[in-house]
């Protein structure tokens, strides 16, 4: 394979990160015109969140075994397809259940689309250079924050929120262009693991290392939903003003990201367990720094910058201990995160109705202190 090939193959698995990102994250700075323009309240826009975190997280673990059998071109570019119909779909919604059913279509997709891409880009990967290229496609996450979201939010404000789903259902479609024509011909022939869910779950330590990813998820996805209109209403703030803070945290993960690229320390209990300390320090903090503009950009990104750093050793620990059954537990992870992408918003809700963005903050600060003392507590397998 040429280098220029393999290069357009990485590119439009980036991109598909992109795409994936860009609809994952979109509702949070503009739940207020969403809301009013369906004639609902933001509690309940934000539950398509939930419905799109559910239906990925049955997708992840009932359709992607189709990666293998169809291979990735044809698989990963009907996903994005099936996403980009979906996005579309969105921004045509008459109600908010609609809307909760076309974000549900667009989690059957993600659900096929995200696992196979991070499996693709390992299988086109020169040998030795896996961590890398993974590493190069995980950045689509931090770029769809860092400027997809803001750039909705601006869209928003100028020409409506419909026109944003417009915009993210044509790059879906576009994706798929690109990764059906960079990756035909491609086949993931690697040994698929036999490991049955529930043999996965007996391995010493997986099963409690889900249980910390799930607590930490659903308080990062709780507070995610309503961060955008919580600071809108605190700061009297404009979609876009929102949209800045959303920038923030996306630069405080991306930079994060880049420091783990060149110096990644190991991921030891004590190292995890302070950086969830420090992470429920942050959700604490919101109720101060959310009174100053300059601040809450600060605390936004020192939130983005640890939460890259807590979920890269929760991984690296989770794959530690799968050993030679890390398909099928990275299966389990990523079902259990979308899981919590459902839980959040959903337990999330009734909080933020009653008490505000603090409500919210307060209980994801005690659910991840409560992780970091469990981890603190309980031996586990090494």
Known sequence: ????????????????????????????PIL?????????????VA????????????????LSAQL?????????????????????????????????????????????????TYATAAAVSPRGKEAKVIGLVLTGWALSLVFGVPFAAYVTEHVGWRSVYVITGTLSLAVACALWLSLRGISLSRPVERVALRGALRIPGVAFMLLLVFGYM??????????GEGLRVALHLSAQGAGSFVFAYGLGFGIAGLMLSHFAPRATKPYMVTALVLISLCYVAWLPASTVRSWAFIN???WGFLNQLALNALIVTLNRYAAEARGV?????????????????????????????????TMAGAIVLASAAALLAVRVHH
Not at 333 to 360: K, N, R
């Open 300 to 302: 936004s990104a020192v």
């Open 47 to 62: 539950w398509a969140i939930s419905a799109f975190g559910a239906a990925t997280a049955v997708s992840s673990l009932a």
């Open 329 to 361: 537990v990275m299966g389990i992870y990523s079902a259990v995160t979308y899981v919590a992408v459902f839980a959040g918003p959903l337990c999330m809700g009734p909080l933020y109705a009653a008490y505000g963005l603090f409500g919210v903050t």
């Open 218 to 227: 659903t308080a990062f996805y709780g507070t995610f939903a309503y961060f």
């Open 1 to 28: 394979m040429s280098h220029h090939a393999r290069w357009a193959q990485v590119a439009a698995l980036f991109a598909a990160v992109v795409a994936v990102g860009s609809n994952a994250f979109v509702l949070t």
């Open 68 to 116: 293998d059998r169809w291979g990735p071109a044809k698989v990963l570019s009907l996903s994005a397809v099936l996403l980009g119909v979906a996005e579309l779909s969105s921004s045509l919604s008459a109600h908010w259940l609609h809307l909760c059913l076309a974000q549900a279509m667009a989690g059957v997709a993600v659900g096929v689309l995200l696992p196979g």
């Open 32 to 44: 207020r015109e969403v809301s009013a323009s369906l004639g609902t309240v933001p509690q309940h």
